[in-house]
Nanobody
């Protein structure tokens, strides 16, 4: 069970921190990915973090603005988003995949088994 929080309406250039709270499973047994779906567009990969937090990956459009992290002691993953732009407007969703699933990039939504419902981020110009 994954629940996102932290979305909202901000202005271009502002920052937001999204959180993904997990329950029902041992969080450290799962890698976490963040995806987003802009209005009228397809879902796209944003970032991912390995089960221990040591390996992180980002979409090219992040361009150093976002930082993904996790705290296994709190069963929480976080996406810190800086320098937000209007084209970052989207529903942001976190997802989890078991560490037993190897040989995947973590950049494809098919790599993940569990999904939250998402939190809306709106960036005004």
């Amino acid at each position: 069970h994954l629940v996102e929080s932290g979305g909202g309406l901000v202005q271009a250039g502002d920052s937001l921190t999204l959180s993904c709270a997990a329950s029902g499973h041992t969080f450290s047994n799962y890698a976490v990915g963040w995806f987003r779906q802009p209005p009228g567009k397809a879902r796209e990969f944003v970032a991912s973090v390995s089960w221990a937090g040591g390996t992180k990956a980002y979409a090219d459009f992040v361009q150093g603005r976002f930082t993904v992290s996790r705290d296994n002691s709190k069963s929480t993953a976080t996406l810190l988003m800086n320098s937000l732009r209007p084209d970052d407007t989207a529903v942001y969703v976190c997802a989890a995949r078991p560490i037993s699933r190897t040989g995947v990039s973590g950049r494809n939504y098919l790599d993940y088994d569990y999904w939250g419902k998402g939190t809306l981020v709106t960036v005004s110009s």
